[in-house]
Structure formats: structure tokens, C-alpha cells
């Protein structure tokens, strides 16, 4: 009895989380006139009309390339930053070593907030600036404390018979330790792609340019002119009004929910790959988050 | 080498910190700092004398926090419930799809909620033909029911990853004292109940403790996303207050000062918090 009810329970659980998912896939392939009498479970009728018209927006490849770059980029930096970081405090003779790491795990605990950070950045010039999205947010404190503990765990022998036969502490680095660190690597790598490539807030608040627009802020944009629209019209009161304007809106419905699959699909790509770091990256979310 | 480093650490954790000095001048955007005039606590008192807006922020932040306290224990008995998944793939296929929805950011779920709560969205579809409804409903853009629909929300999207800790501990309870229980003549309840449980209690007791300094961030860019005329008095939370008073208003000093109150009252719980476990466990967390 127990049993039943707990796979019961489960089953409802897996429609709620996936069928959002599925709902958007089947619509953005289905034929739009059809689309609007109503889908449920499967496409009605085939088409990629929904794709053709979304390539077809102004400044979406654009906006394409930028959270392509900021996730490409921003992700580099943030791993090589933080490795470096984590193996030179792996180092005990390096000077003044307690006094930085200390500075380095307060930050953990204390922001400015977010008034401060954003005068800080604007006095910075990184207002509409590429940067904005990939330096501020490139050393996290706890990366930094995963890979040095997992350098610690490494043993010291190997660094030493380097060292005697004349290697100097980037030789180090980037022979021996990047390579030993991969598993650590691959989890912090991961997660700080799907966080870049997630981002959007930094977008929001700091960078107004058309040119550096994110694709994850355009949705936004879409969705918010649509939510406008169908306020207006809500209060209007005529539900046949409102259908014809949503179709003769720069977005209609079918192109949104299409905006809103391509934006997906790289997380559903790397999803699978990732859950074998997900019990790593609990101890990356569960700071970040 | 670890100098520069260190720099841009400095550069983008501590600058904002010496941003706190904002608060005590009446700092207009384009002047520098020491040439606007100093006003020493003027902001602060403003914050008492802000009633009408203070009061509603704060109450949106408490329900907010309470709501999420209460149902804090939730991931730990998601976790004791898959536990008892006896089917191994099925467990594999439930942990897989009830943690996707971490993994996509906050405008992407907003997109699907609009896709399916809408005016034309799914539901409505659904009701009309059943001929349910005769006025399309849109809770988006329902401001009453604010509270309960953005915590739904906020379950949806993490409580499958919030349970995997709680999953990882369960693994490491020693095997021995289930076929114990079992020998005992303990059935699967009572084991969940008086060896899983108890096994996971601490890993609660950390986790609810380490949250405590974190109670008054209840989520700034979910609500920031949901936010629309019809929604914003009972959605904006102190931090979109912030938000909105600094960023949209530009009304910069009067948001630091709000920022810093946060601050402060987030570093006294947390303080509180240190201190209820050094008496209970004996050692500091911190």
C-alpha cells in the first residue's frame, strides 16, 4: 500500500517537473495555427516555421553570440583564476599566506550589498562593458577552498621531485597540477558554465547596449512586452480582441515559448554529463546559491 | 603572483564595503562623494519615518522567510521518501527530473509559468473547453495570491536539488542498523522513522543554522522576474526594495542605508545563531 502510493506520488512528481519542458518542445514544433486551438501531449502537425521566425528577430544571433562568449570566456577565466589561486595557497611558503586566505573566505560572509556593488562597478567604467559579466564574479571564494583541498590531498612528492629537477612554480601549475585536478576541475567548470550561461541579472542592472544583450535577458524582453500587452487587454475585457493582437505582436506566443526552447536546449545538453558532479557541486551550490 | 589576485578580490568584495560611507552623505549621481553634503544618520532616521512602504516591505520579506523556514524540512523528507524507492532506475529517473528545473534560470521558468498560466496560456485552454471558466484566469497577475504561488514556484525549482544532501547522507548510515531494526520486527516505516530520521538530523541542524544569516535574502531574482504592476505590494521584498529605491529611483543613499540595515540585522542573526551551537554542540561553527 505504502509502496503504491509513494510511486503514485513520485510519477505526479516527474509530470510536474518535465511535462513544462515537453509542453514547450511539442508546441515550438508544432504548426501555429493548429498550436493555437489548443496542445496537450503531442505536436499537431510538424514545422519548423516557429525556428525560421525566430532567426529571423532582430539582434537574436546577436544575443546568441554574447551569452555564448560570456560562457565561454567567463568560464576559462573563473577556472584558471581560481586553480591558480587555490594551488598558490596550497603553497605554505608563500608569504603572508593565512592573512590573504582569511580576506579571501570573509567574502564568503559579507557583501556590500547591492547598492554599493553597483556604484563600485560604475565607478569602475564596466557599465555597459563585456567585462562587466565576466570579471567581477570570476574568483569565488569557495572555488578557491575546493581546489585547494584537493591539491592538499594530492601527495607532496610529486611537487618536490619537479622542483628538484628544475621546475618553477607555473611549470608546476600547469603541468602537473591543472592535469591531477581535472575531476575537481570538470565539477567547478560545469557548474560556472550553466551559471554564466543562466545569468542574466548582471545583464539587467549593469548593461543597457542593445550590442551586449544577453539571450537570457531578450526572453525577458519578449515575455515582458507580451505580459503588457495581455494586461491591457485584460482590462479591456475581450478575450477576442486579445487573441487577434497577440497574433499580430512582434512576438506571438508560438515564437516565445520557441525563444524560450533555444535558450534551454544547452542546459538540456549538458544535463545529462553533469549529474555525475552532482554531489560535488552541491558543496558549489550550496554556496552560490 | 597570488597579489593580483587578490586585487580584483579586494577590487569587487571589499570596495563595495567602503560604498556603506554612501549612506551618510546626500549623494547625487555625478558629484563626487565628499563634495555632496554630509548628513550623518538623516538616512536612517528616514527609514523610520518610511512607514507606509517599510512596513509592507518587511512584511513581504517575513511571510517570505517563515514560509521558507516552515517548510524547511521539506528536501530531507523528499529525500526519506525516495529512499524507499526500492526500484534503483526509477529512483535514478525521479532524482533526474526533479533537479533539472535547478539548472534553468529564473526567466526561463517565468517563461514556461506564462506559457501554461497565462491568459491564453495552457490552463485556460483547458478550463475553457471544459467550459470551466467563462473569464480567463491569470494568476501572474494576481496579487493575492503572491505568497503561496511564489513559494509552489520556489519548491518546483529546488526541491529536487536541495534533497540530494540529504540523499548523500542517507548512504552513509550504517547498513547494520536497518537489518537490526529489521530483526527487531521493525517494518520500512518504522525504520524511516527511527533510523533515517534521527540520521539525518544533523545534517538539518547545520544547514537550517548556516541559513540563518541568510533569512532576510528570500530570492531577489525570482520576485524580480514575477514582479508587475498588479503584483509589486505584495512581492517586493526588502532586497527589490533596495533595488528599486537605488537603481530605479536613483535614489542612492537612502538604499544603502536600507541595504546596511540588512546587513547588520543578517550579521546579528547569524552571531545568535553561532552562538545557540557553540551551547548546544560545543563548538562554533564559524
Given amino acids: 500500500m505504502f509502496d503504491i502510493v509513494n510511486y503514485a506520488f513520485f510519477a505526479l512528481l516527474i509530470i510536474l517537473c518535465l511535462y513544462p519542458f515537453w509542453y514547450m518542445l511539442v508546441y515550438s514544433i508544432s504548426e501555429p495555427s493548429l498550436a493555437a486551438k489548443g496542445i496537450t501531449l503531442f505536436p499537431r502537425g510538424f514545422t519548423l516555421f516557429n525556428y525560421k521566425k525566430v532567426m529571423e528577430l532582430e539582434g537574436i544571433y546577436n544575443a546568441f553570440f554574447i551569452s555564448v562568449m560570456r560562457t565561454v570566456t567567463g568560464t576559462a577565466l573563473s577556472v584558471f583564476l581560481n586553480a591558480l589561486l587555490g594551488y ?3 603553497r ?13 573566505l570573509v567574502t564568503m560572509y559579507v557583501s556590500g ?12 567604467g564596466l557599465l555597459n562593458n563585456f567585462f562587466v559579466y565576466i570579471i567581477p564574479g570570476a574568483i569565488a571564494a569557495f572555488n578557491v577552498i575546493l581546489i585547494k583541498t584537493f591539491i592538499e590531498s594530492l601527495p607532496d612528492s610529486l611537487q618536490e621531485s619537479a622542483m628538484l629537477d628544475g621546475a618553477g612554480y607555473f611549470t608546476i601549475f600547469s603541468k602537473i597540477i591543472m592535469p591531477l585536478c581535472l575531476p575537481i576541475i570538470a565539477t567547478i567548470a560545469v557548474f560556472s558554465a550553466v551559471g554564466n550561461w543562466n545569468s542574466w541579472f548582471d545583464n539587467y542592472i549593469f548593461v543597457s547596449s542593445d550590442n551586449l544583450r544577453t539571450l537570457q535577458l531578450t526572453l525577458y524582453e519578449y515575455l515582458n512586452e507580451a505580459q503588457t500587452l495581455a494586461r491591457l487587454l485584460q482590462e479591456s475585457g475581450n478575450i477576442e480582441d486579445y487573441k487577434r493582437t497577440m497574433e499580430k505582436s512582434l512576438t506571438p506566443r508560438g515564437v516565445q515559448i520557441t525563444v524560450t526552447m533555444i535558450t534551454t536546449i544547452p542546459i538540456l545538453l549538458v544535463y545529462p554529463y553533469m549529474q555525475r558532479f552532482f554531489i560535488k557541486g552541491i558543496m558549489v551550490g550550496a554556496i552560490k546559491g | 603572483m597570488a597579489i593580483p589576485l587578490m586585487a580584483l578580490v579586494f577590487l569587487f568584495s571589499y570596495m563595495p564595503l567602503f560604498g556603506w560611507i554612501y549612506a551618510f552623505f546626500d549623494y547625487k549621481a555625478g558629484i563626487p562623494l565628499f563634495e555632496n553634503e554630509f548628513v550623518g544618520f538623516k538616512f536612517f532616521e528616514l527609514i523610520f519615518t518610511d512607514k507606509a512602504d517599510m512596513i509592507r516591505v518587511m ?10 523556514l516552515a517548510l524547511s524540512p521539506l528536501p530531507m523528507i523528499f529525500a526519506i521518501m525516495m529512499n524507499e524507492i526500492r526500484f534503483k532506475r526509477f529512483k535514478m529517473f525521479v532524482q533526474t527530473a526533479t533537479t533539472l528545473p535547478n539548472f534553468v534560470s529564473w526567466i526561463i ?15 485556460n485552454q483547458i478550463l475553457f473547453s471544459l ?8 494568476i501572474l497577475t494576481n496579487g493575492e495570491a503572491v505568497y503561496w504561488f511564489q513559494t509552489v514556484l520556489g519548491i518546483w525549482k529546488g526541491l ?15 547498513q547494520e542498523m536497518y537489518e537490526a531494526a529489521v530483526i527487531d520486527g521493525a517494518g520500512r516505516f518504522k525504520s524511516a522513522l527511527h533510523i533515517t530520521l534521527p540520521g539525518l538530523m544533523p545534517t538539518y541542524i547545520v544547514l537550517l543554522i548556516l541559513g540563518i544569516g541568510n533569512f532576510l535574502n528570500v530570492g531577489l531574482e525570482q520576485y524580480l522576474v514575477y514582479k508587475n504592476a498588479l503584483t509589486a505590494d505584495n512581492i517586493e521584498v526588502l532586497d527589490l ?46
Fill in chain 1, 88 to 90: 598558490l595557497f596550497s
Fill in chain 1, 92 to 104: 605554505t611558503e608563500m608569504p603572508g599566506r593565512k592573512f590573504l586566505y582569511r580576506m579571501l
Fill in chain 1, 113 to 124: 550589498g547591492l547598492i554599493p556593488y553597483y556604484l563600485v562597478i560604475k565607478n569602475y
Fill in chain 2, 59 to 68: 512584511k513581504n520579506t517575513l511571510i517570505f522567510a517563515f514560509i521558507g
Fill in chain 2, 109 to 123: 521558468v517565468f517563461s514556461l509559468t506564462f506559457m501554461i498560466f497565462s491568459t491564453e496560456g495552457l490552463l
Fill in chain 2, 131 to 138: 467550459g470551466l471558466v467563462s473569464n480567463p484566469t491569470n
Fill in chain 2, 160 to 174: 529536487g536539488w536541495s534533497a540530494i544532501v540529504y540523499v548523500a547522507s542517507i548512504s552513509s548510515i550504517d
Fill in chain 2, 241 to 286: 526594495y533596495v533595488y528599486r529605491l537605488g537603481i530605479s529611483n536613483h535614489d542612492y543613499s537612502y538604499g544603502v542605508a536600507v541595504g546596511i540595515l540588512k546587513s547588520v540585522v543578517s550579521i546579528i542573526l547569524l552571531v545568535i545563531a553561532n552562538i545557540i551551537t557553540k551551547k548546544v554542540r560545543g563548538s562554533s561553527i564559524f
